[in-house]
């Protein structure tokens, strides 16, 4: 569930890089054929926005459809008519009882509300911002339907959805490829050497490799204690 391609942009920079410079200027459908570049990568290499609408010349190519989508997100790599645009958009539904995995978005703002149900929202903000005791802040918010949330680019951010019936939510983001980074996960992947210096040597060894097993690889966890209450 990571719409990621960050090679597709590096690949169409070497191609426009390696054009000759006598070149005379064609529009970029006669440039390349289709074997050579995917239509994202035509759009990125586009001269204008005029070009590109030619390269989605039907009108259907600006609709998205979040029903028949396989993920709940429309980015520039599922949904071309976003490519230029600076923006795009997740409508999604967190499960009874879920929480969605420690992340961020390491190019995009986001703009989280609430359609329907309950949401708790957990955000750590950036270094600097501190409680009244003097700690890292951390933002909470409890959101009911109709209410919204911003986690701005590169914040980590949870959301917990405590109640039985599902929290269907939209949310809004200012890049159009806006990608999701799992803190923990991540973390993890780093060196035993550097994940046992970071954690002030408290953890070494074969604990190092007994939490990075566990951290769960799914993008929404199951909160057990309210499964339980929810099943009665
Ligand atoms: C929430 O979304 C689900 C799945 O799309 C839908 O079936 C349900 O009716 C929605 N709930 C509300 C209250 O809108």
Redesign the pocket.
Known sequence: MLPVSTLRPVVAMMIALALPASAVPHPISNRATSEELSLNAKLQLADTAVERYQLLSKDEDFVFDFTSSKAPIASSENFHALTGVGASLSMG?LPACSMTFLHLHPRATELFAL??GHVLSEMVPETGPVDSEGNQRVIRAELGTGMMTVYPAGSFHTQVNPNCE?A?FTAAFNSEEFAISLVAKQTFSLSDDVIARTFGESIAGEDIEKVRDAIPKDMVLKVEECLAKCEK
Do not use: F, L, T
Request: aromatic share 0%; proline share 20%; no cysteine.
């Open positions: 539904s359609n329907s599902p269907n």
